[in-house]
């Protein structure tokens, strides 16, 4: 089992940044693949980024650049720093994890959610 806990949301100006982070208990942290997703009013979930256990990352190309995941296993913590924000970067986040290495861009293949932390990118 694994308790996931977001932080960092708020309200942020079209082109600042923002950290997002993740506090995760329950199980052996680093070993495990995680990864954040975000849902816009409308729209289904969709990847964000993801770490597989090995420390390989993913991006989705609207995050490419802009967007960087990491983990600091010694506190249980994975992070998304977002930098050059857009206001269609507006979403609910969510950090997940899976139960095995490899990482994946589909959100059903995620075992374990946080409750979503709002961003909000004004223009």
């Known amino acids: 089992q694994v308790q996931l806990v977001e932080s960092g949301g708020g309200l942020v100006q079209a082109g600042g940044s923002r950290r997002l982070s993740c506090a995760a208990s329950?199980?052996?942290?680093?070993?495990?693949?995680m990864g954040w997703f975000r849902q816009a009013p409308g729209k289904e979930r969709e990847l964000v980024a993801a770490?597989?256990?090995?420390?390989?990352?993913r991006y989705a190309d609207s995050a490419k650049g802009r967007f960087t995941i990491s983990r600091d296993s010694a506190k249980n913590t994975l992070y998304l720093q977002m930098n050059s924000l857009k206001p269609e970067d507006t979403a609910v986040y969510y950090c997940?994890?899976?139960?095995?290495?490899?990482?994946?861009?589909?959100?059903?293949?995620?075992?374990?959610w946080g409750q979503g932390t709002q961003v909000t990118v004004s223009s």
């Open positions: 997940a994890a899976r139960s095995i290495y490899s990482a994946s861009s589909r959100p059903d293949e995620y075992d374990y």
């Open positions: 329950g199980r052996t942290f680093s070993r495990i693949a």
């Open positions: 770490i597989s256990g090995f420390g390989s990352t």
